[in-house]
Nanobody, 119 residues
Framework: QVQLVETGGGLVQAGGSLRLSCAASGRTFSDYAVGWFRQAPGKERESVALIVWRSGSKVYADSVKGRFTVSRDNAKNTVYLQMNSLKTEDTAIYYC????????????WGQGTQVTVSS
């Protein structure tokens, strides 16, 4: 059984930075793609960033390009989301999720971590 645990959320002023972590237990990420998603109150969940573990390929939503960076640490089996130049509209619950790299369905989800950006 795979468990994903997000940490690193919190309250930050606009223009500030946070780094989210997504640690996996139960298996390694080596054959997986890991995505970061967010959901703001009253809005649909949206994809923020994706990293394919094996190749290191990365994809970002247009809204976060140039501000957010997704990365991985093989030794720690952890994926990070570095968020810089945060805006109030980045306020949301952030989730990480994992899917096999050949699949389009995310099989594993974390519990989410709240990010609040104040003006």
């Amino acid at each position: 059984q795979v468990q994903l645990v997000e940490t690193g959320g919190g309250l930050v002023q606009a223009g500030g930075s946070l780094r989210l972590s997504c640690a996996a237990s139960g298996r390694t990420f080596s054959d997986y793609a890991v995505g970061w998603f967010r959901q703001a109150p009253g809005k649909e969940r949206e994809s923020v960033a994706l990293i394919v573990w094996r190749s290191g390929s990365k994809v970002y939503a247009d809204s976060v390009k140039g501000r957010f960076t997704v990365s991985r640490d093989n030794a720690k089996n952890t994926v990070y989301l570095q968020m810089n130049s945060l805006k109030t509209e980045d306020t949301a619950i952030y989730y990480c999720a994992a899917r096999h790299y050949s699949s389009s369905n995310y099989d594993y989800w974390g519990q989410g971590t709240q990010v609040t950006v104040s003006s």
